[in-house]
């Protein structure tokens, strides 16, 4: 349906419109002058259309000094264009339309960046112009491709049974988790809402109300730094909690969301429609992390055991173990043929992290089983072939082998793994490739301390049947806790919660809280589960990392709107501002200048 400022927008005119007339509206893209004839790239939000105009025409000259990014109206017929100028990367790159008449409806001052290409720039420039940065191509696409991934969701929740609900923004300051924003409440002097780090306690609640699936695209507010993969400040999540369910309920939902989204929005690979279960232990050991980026082959293995052999004369890593260290190694297939600077520069790297570097060796066989490389003359035959066994290596592989401490060991061998596999080029980017991980620790002992502390979420419901766990042995609690994860990312933790309140007061108690202290810090949860709660669970996939993957962007800040910079600031609308003293005595709130 047109009216005065368009027949059609600037991505439907075809072949079969020419000799029509035709009316179009948007922004000057780009203009290309060739003397007796200009040729101006007219945007709008749906795409792009070339128009022509010739010197003879009367507006030619106006049209020639209108600045880039003015918006303008154009009436003029369509025409074809010559064959060897037809545009096969746009929509309507068959025709083009010779401009008749033509009016600025919005002038533009000289531009901070540019629009019409999606090069890098400056990001402080790029967020307090957001509004230009997001007329560029690539980010227009991003927001949409948001846009049309959310609607996707709520659909298929609806198809899954689930119904929306909205929960309260202001809300009580939580005592567990990252930094609340607060809000004061002027009818309630001195005392402060929250703005909700998630929705976890209302979605609980709102399955001991009785509903039975729930979900809602949540905004969530943590005062939290920035980083590529995290928003500071707010940020979106699919949540969603479901009553009557084990942990594979939860699971089966979220895979067919997640198998559905990816195939409808991505050309990518999903390598498994099946999600892999990996248990948090394994996934600490086998990549050094409980994020493992499963489009990577390389695996980490333990081979500490090695160093209690007479044969091996390694004598720094033997030291280190007997001393409480462990050994653990990366092996890479048919690599006899790298060069000495490939291997010395993985060494050179991890020094550069902060490790003491990696040893390395490769496989070699003659008469007999050897190692080709600084360390390899420390391992004799017999203990080569032992490594190979543990490790599934073959003659031609290389090894290189980290000695530390678990928790550093864990960190160096994780980003290794990355490391090498992108310096042989391992990792195929057309892939997706999804997991669980699985059955958490309950708790952790904090090292410095030696305090009993709850290793992730304090409201997980433990594993095994309430009256034969052994709680006098915490740290072989596990708890129905899971992530799931998408190429290193994770997506979300999610669990099966603990809805039992006398559970809750014991494993609150292993940890230092006694009854009153969880009574007052969560009163309302403990409060509505003793009328009756059902066993429920649930999950909470970040909306940004999802469309994040989707765009095949590593920055959140490429598909999110508005977002804030590194210091949440929001540079566009100046926020946080200062506010005036009679805001302030309303609130009745004063501030303490700095000296």
Same mark, same amino acid.
């Given at each position: 349906?047109?009216?005065?400022?368009?027949?059609?927008?600037?991505?439907?005119?075809?072949?079969?419109?020419?000799?029509?007339?035709?009316?179009?509206?948007?922004?000057?893209?780009?203009?290309?002058?060739?003397?007796?004839?200009?040729?101006?790239?007219?945007?709008?939000?749906?795409?792009?259309?070339?128009?022509?105009?010739?010197?003879?025409?009367?507006?030619?000259?106006?049209?020639?000094?209108?600045?880039?990014?003015?918006?303008?109206?154009?009436?003029?017929?369509?025409?074809?264009?010559?064959?060897?100028?037809?545009?096969?990367?746009?929509?309507?790159?068959?025709?083009?339309?010779?401009?008749?008449?033509?009016?600025?409806?919005?002038?533009?001052?000289?531009?901070?960046?540019?629009?019409?290409?999606?090069?890098?720039?400056?990001?402080?420039?790029?967020?307090?112009?957001?509004?230009?940065?997001?007329?560029?191509?690539?980010?227009?696409?991003?927001?949409?491709?948001?846009?049309?991934?959310?609607?996707?969701?709520?659909?298929?929740?609806?198809?899954?049974?689930?119904?929306?609900?909205?929960?309260?923004?202001?809300?009580?300051?939580?005592?567990?988790?990252?930094?609340?924003?607060?809000?004061?409440?002027?009818?309630?002097?001195?005392?402060?809402?929250?703005?909700?780090?998630?929705?976890?306690?209302?979605?609980?609640?709102?399955?001991?109300?009785?509903?039975?699936?729930?979900?809602?695209?949540?905004?969530?507010?943590?005062?939290?730094?920035?980083?590529?993969?995290?928003?500071?400040?707010?940020?979106?999540?699919?949540?969603?909690?479901?009553?009557?369910?084990?942990?594979?309920?939860?699971?089966?939902?979220?895979?067919?969301?997640?198998?559905?989204?990816?195939?409808?929005?991505?050309?990518?690979?999903?390598?498994?429609?099946?999600?892999?279960?990996?248990?948090?232990?394994?996934?600490?050991?086998?990549?050094?992390?409980?994020?493992?980026?499963?489009?990577?082959?390389?695996?980490?293995?333990?081979?500490?055991?090695?160093?209690?052999?007479?044969?091996?004369?390694?004598?720094?890593?033997?030291?280190?173990?007997?001393?409480?260290?462990?050994?653990?190694?990366?092996?890479?297939?048919?690599?006899?043929?790298?060069?000495?600077?490939?291997?010395?520069?993985?060494?050179?790297?991890?020094?550069?992290?902060?490790?003491?570097?990696?040893? @390395?060796?490769? $496989? =070699? %066989? *003659? !008469?007999?089983?050897?190692?080709?490389?600084?360390?390899?003359?420390? #391992? &004799?035959?017999?203990?080569?072939?032992?490594?190979?066994?543990?490790?599934?290596?073959?003659?031609?592989?290389?090894?290189?082998?980290?000695?530390?401490?678990?928790?550093?060991?864990?960190?160096?061998?994780?980003?290794?793994?990355?490391?090498?596999?992108?310096?042989?080029?391992?990792?195929?980017?057309?892939?997706?490739?999804?997991?669980?991980?699985?059955? @958490?620790?309950? $708790? =952790? %002992? *904090? !090292?410095?301390?030696?305090?009993?502390?709850?290793?992730?979420?304090? #409201? &997980?419901?433990?594993?095994?049947?309430?009256?034969?766990?052994?709680?006098?042995?915490?740290?072989?609690?596990?708890?129905?806790?899971?992530?799931?994860?998408?190429?290193?990312?994770?997506?979300?933790?999610?669990?099966?919660?603990?809805?039992?309140?006398?559970?809750?007061?014991?494993?609150?108690?292993?940890?230092?809280?006694?009854?009153?202290?969880?009574?007052?810090?969560?009163?309302?949860?403990?409060?509505?589960?003793?009328?009756?709660?059902?066993?429920?669970?649930?999950?909470?996939?970040?909306?940004?990392?999802?469309?994040?993957?989707?765009?095949?962007?590593?920055?959140?800040?490429?598909?999110?709107?508005?977002?804030?910079?590194?210091?949440?600031?929001?540079?566009?609308?100046?926020?946080?501002?200062?506010?005036?003293?009679?805001?302030?005595?309303?609130?009745?709130?004063?501030?303490?200048?700095?000296?």
């Amino acid at each position: 349906m047109s009216n005065k400022y368009r027949t059609h927008n600037c991505n439907e005119l075809r072949k079969e419109h020419v000799n029509n007339n035709a009316v179009l509206s948007g922004w000057v893209n780009k203009k290309r002058d060739h003397g007796n004839l200009l040729f101006i790239d007219l945007r709008d939000n749906y795409g792009v259309t070339q128009c022509i105009i010739e010197k003879e025409n009367s507006h030619f000259k106006q049209l020639e000094k209108t600045q880039l990014e003015t918006v303008v109206r154009i009436e003029g017929k369509v025409v074809n264009r010559s064959e060897e100028t037809i545009n096969k990367e746009i929509a309507s790159g068959e025709i083009e339309v010779v401009i008749q008449n033509f009016k600025v409806l919005g002038t533009c001052k000289e531009l901070p960046l540019p629009v019409f290409s999606d090069q890098e720039y400056a990001e402080d420039i790029r967020l307090k112009y957001r509004f230009l940065d997001l007329r560029r191509k690539k980010i227009h696409e991003n927001i949409i491709l948001r846009s049309k991934v959310i609607s996707f969701i709520r659909n298929e929740m609806g198809k899954l049974g689930f119904l929306e609900f909205q929960t309260p923004i202001l809300t009580s300051s939580s005592p567990e988790g990252a930094r609340d924003f607060l809000v004061p409440s002027r009818l309630n002097p001195g005392k402060f809402y929250a703005l909700p780090q998630a929705p976890q306690q209302f979605k609980q609640l709102i399955m001991v109300s009785g509903f039975d699936k729930y979900f809602q695209v949540a905004p969530c507010f943590r005062d939290e730094d920035a980083r590529a993969d995290r928003s500071p400040g707010e940020f979106y999540q699919l949540d969603l909690e479901m009553s009557f369910v084990e942990q594979e309920d939860v699971f089966n939902v979220v895979e067919k969301l997640m198998v559905n989204t990816f195939k409808e929005f991505s050309k990518k690979k999903l390598l498994f429609d099946k999600f892999p279960r990996i248990t948090y232990k394994e996934a600490m050991l086998k990549y050094g992390s409980d994020k493992p980026d499963l489009r990577n082959p390389l695996i980490i293995n333990d081979i500490t055991e090695i160093f209690s052999r007479e044969d091996v004369k390694f004598e720094i890593f033997k030291k280190l173990v007997k001393s409480g260290s462990r050994v653990r190694c990366i092996v890479t297939k048919n690599t006899k043929d790298k060069p000495r600077s490939f291997f010395d520069n993985i060494d050179k790297w991890a020094k550069e992290q902060g490790a003491s570097g990696l040893a @390395y060796f490769t $496989f =070699e %066989k *003659d !008469e007999i089983i050897s190692g080709k490389g600084p360390v390899g003359k420390f #391992f &004799s035959s017999e203990s080569l072939e032992e490594i190979m066994k543990l490790t599934g290596a073959d003659i031609g592989d290389s090894i290189f082998l980290a000695c530390s401490k678990q928790q550093e060991l864990e960190k160096i061998t994780s980003l290794a793994r990355t490391k090498i596999a992108k310096d042989l080029d391992l990792i195929d980017d057309n892939i997706f490739a999804f997991c669980w991980v699985v059955d @958490y620790p309950m $708790f =952790e %002992k *904090d !090292e410095v301390t030696n305090k009993i502390e709850f290793s992730h979420n304090p #409201f &997980s419901m433990p594993q095994g049947e309430i009256d034969q766990i052994n709680f006098d042995k915490p740290l072989d609690i596990l708890a129905f806790q899971y992530d799931i994860v998408c190429n290193g990312i994770e997506l979300s933790s999610g669990a099966i919660r603990n809805h039992i309140p006398e559970l809750m007061y014991k494993l609150f108690s292993i940890a230092g809280y006694d009854k009153a202290v969880v009574d007052e810090k969560f009163s309302g949860m403990i409060n509505a589960l003793s009328y009756g709660a059902p066993p429920h669970g649930g999950i909470a996939p970040g909306i940004d990392r999802i469309v994040m993957l989707l765009a095949n962007e590593k920055n959140i800040r490429e598909v999110t709107m508005f977002p804030m910079n590194q210091n949440a600031q929001d540079l566009m609308m100046n926020a946080p501002s200062e506010v005036n003293e009679k805001q302030l005595k309303e609130l009745s709130i004063s501030l303490k200048t700095k000296k």
